[in-house]
């Protein structure tokens, strides 16, 4: 009965579009019978799921659970958009929020899919994936011997997680490497400290930023705090903000983050499907560096919310961008709750754009003075990432897209050539001649 009613609805549409065409409202009335044949085929799909679910529930060699069966359906449409919507049942979705609060269990890693494989965006500092020798660009085939291929990105973080001094061992494959290797590494609680500082030569405060969570504009400022206690202001030569291999995080912590140091302008806008969706960020709460010269670092593994502070604070002249090009993710992702217990939707809803109207997406941001560094022979091939154009699905460009990057850091300071060129640009030594030094004032908006 449904299925014909369905059907006179479709006849009576493109009845009406017939005979209404040729009226003197015949432009609005065909939009109007187009809408209308748009919701029954959309009627009809819906059929079509569901007898297609009736018949695997009857018919399936084994009786399903029908929540798994519904999971997979809304998994299979979200995915199906681009590489960072998805779909979070409860228990992902309260994972999810350990995880942006800054403190949960796990290995340590940053994680997006990429051929049915779990790829690697990012190890965190300090954690036993980190210590364990996982490198951005790994892609992990089975997770305890269990393929990955086949699991959602939330079902595969879920058999990585586990109780703490419990070991997990992961597959990986790696470029450059003639067969999968296997890592065997034990869970820990994960407390991510996403700043860190240290002082460099009694001049220069070094800020390493490792992620955007809810603890990162707090924890800058009171690095920038404690660098001032260490160096008189009149002493103090500028500041190197790392963002390297930082695989970004909330939207409001980048507007804080660029905002901390600059007094005024625009930080980000996001633009949706509809003109009056565009939002405009701007930056709030003053220069707590008071205008000293600074330096960004950035390479293949700076991503969305990093790629926000570093475009930010490029277009308003207020920071020199040394490293190779960012990653290139310049989308936004809303979360929205879908009630008690029915999780969340992680779903791509804008595009976002640097104060210059410049768009990242599957670009990246091109640092003013690149600089590559001298990766070991054993690590060689090894050492880029394929960036946000490389993934399977991800929004188009504007413009001609951007190949990943270098994205390798060596682990000790004194061979990081990037960082010694920062250094050296503070102190007043030249790095590049087309670089002017770092602007000592903020550029008015």
């Not at 403190?103 to 494989?117: K, P």
Request: net charge negative; with cysteine.
């Amino acid at each position: 009965m449904r299925k014909n009613f369905l059907f006179l609805c479709g006849a009576l549409a493109g009845t009406c579009l017939t005979l209404l065409v040729t009226g003197p409202h015949g432009g609005h009335l065909v939009a109007a019978a187009r809408a209308a044949a748009s919701t029954a085929d959309i009627y009809s799909q819906l059929n079509l799921f569901g007898e297609v679910f009736e018949r695997v529930r009857a018919d399936y060699v084994e009786k399903p659970e029908d929540t798994k069966l519904i999971e997979g359906a809304i998994d299979g449409m979200v995915t199906s958009l681009d590489p960072h919507s998805r779909y979070m049942n409860d228990k992902a979705w309260r994972e999810m929020q350990e995880t942006t609060s800054g403190e949960f269990g796990g290995l340590g890693i940053e994680v997006t899919m990429e051929d049915g494989l779990v790829k690697v965006v990012s190890p965190i500092d300090d954690t036993p994936a980190a210590k364990a020798g996982i490198m951005s660009g790994d892609l992990i085939a089975q997770i305890d011997g269990d393929a990955v291929q086949g699991l959602s990105l939330e079902q595969a973080v879920n058999k990585m997680k586990g109780a703490v001094d419990t070991k997990t061992k992961l597959t990986i494959i790696r470029k450059g490497k003639d067969a999968p290797f296997d890592v065997s590494i034990t869970r820990e609680i994960i407390r991510v400290r996403p700043v860190r500082y240290h002082t460099n030569g009694g001049d220069i405060g070094y800020i390493r930023i490792t992620s955007f969570n809810e603890q990162t504009a707090d924890g800058l400022r009171k690095a920038i705090a404690e660098i001032l206690k260490e160096i008189p202001p009149e002493k103090l030569a500028g500041y190197v903000v790392d963002l390297r291999n930082n695989p970004g995080g909330l939207l409001d912590q980048a507007v804080s983050v660029s905002s901390t140091f600059m007094a005024r302008g625009e930080v980000v806008s996001t633009r949706g499907r509809n003109p009056e969706e565009t939002q405009r960020f701007t930056a709030h709460g003053g220069d707590l560096i008071k205008g000293k010269p600074l330096v960004v670092l950035i390479n293949g593994g700076s991503a969305s919310a990093s790629e926000i502070v570093a475009g930010a604070l490029h277009d308003h002249k207020r920071a020199t961008l040394i490293g190779t090009r960012s990653f290139g993710k310049g989308s936004v992702q809303t979360i929205i709750p879908l009630g008690a217990g029915n999780g969340a939707l992680a779903l791509t809803t804008a595009r976002y754009f640097t104060p210059s109207g410049h768009s990242i997406q599957a670009r990246g941001i091109t640092p003013d003075v690149e600089i590559l560094q001298d990766v070991p022979d054993e690590l060689k091939g090894r050492a880029d990432t394929k960036g946000e154009a490389s993934m399977r699905g991800h929004l188009s460009a504007e413009g001609a897209e951007q190949a990943g990057s270098q994205s390798y850091v060596p682990p000790e300071e004194k061979d990081d050539k990037a960082l010694t060129a920062a250094f050296n640009l503070l102190r007043g030594v030249s790095v590049n001649a087309n670089v002017p030094p770092p602007p000592k004032t903020v550029v008015p908006n």
